[in-house]
């Protein structure tokens, strides 16, 4: 969207990924203005439908699923498998752009209102599983978890004795530090960076 945005407005690509200067608001004015508005039927004429069966351009990619599986009936213990039937497609240009290889990109759902009002209840999240060491956590980014086998989603920050996670609705949900030794007995694991997300508007 960012990057259709600038297109659009005439800004250089990347431009939305930093504050804009007051230059370029002016630029993106009369660029605006200058170029005539595609009317909506043009515009949704550009809409492809497509389903699972429907071959992949050369530029798609399709990203698979995590998801919980309960290891054995009734034991209340769960591990992260990949989805051999959910997926998602996506360019390989805005994989390549957000600096993540085509293998290492997986999707998670977002569970409970933790992360209101940024994620919402079902809202889908693209991560990088190639980013998932305690090591190489920026502070305060979102990360996909892995906590005794359960999918979570929260910002994290290092700590000098281990991790803490953080929720946006933290009126409801309250800072959870771990020590190095809580990481291990919890079996927490980072599963990757969250590079991207989508929801649906209420």
Not at 32 to 39: E, L, Q
Not at 123 to 140: E, M, P, Q
Request: net charge negative; proline share 5%; with cysteine.
């Amino acid at each position: 969207m960012a990057r259709d945005f600038e297109l659009k407005c005439g800004l250089e690509p990347g431009s939305l990924d930093r504050p804009l200067s007051e230059d370029d608001l002016k630029s993106a004015a009369i660029s605006s203005a200058a170029t005539p508005r595609i009317p909506p039927r043009v515009a949704m004429s550009d809409i492809e439908i497509w389903d699972d069966e429907t071959p992949l351009d050369n530029d798609e990619v399709y990203v698979p699923f995590l998801h919980e599986v309960e290891l054995a009936a009734g034991s209340g213990r769960f591990a992260i498998e990949e989805s051999s039937t959910s997926r998602l497609r996506f360019f390989k240009k805005d994989l390549r752009h957000n600096n993540v290889q085509f293998s290492n990109a997986k999707c998670v759902v977002v569970r409970g209102n933790s992360m209101l009002p940024v994620l919402r209840e079902g809202a889908t999240v693209g991560i990088d599983v190639g980013k998932n060491s305690l090591g190489a956590i920026i502070d305060g980014d979102m990360y996909a978890i892995s906590h005794n086998g359960q999918l979570r989603v929260k910002q994290v920050y290092r700590l000098p004795i281990g991790i803490r996670l953080r929720s946006f609705n933290r009126d409801e949900h309250p800072d959870e530090d771990y020590s190095f030794a809580q990481i291990q007995e919890q079996q927490i694991a980072i599963l990757g960076h969250v590079f991207w997300w989508a929801m649906y508007s209420r």
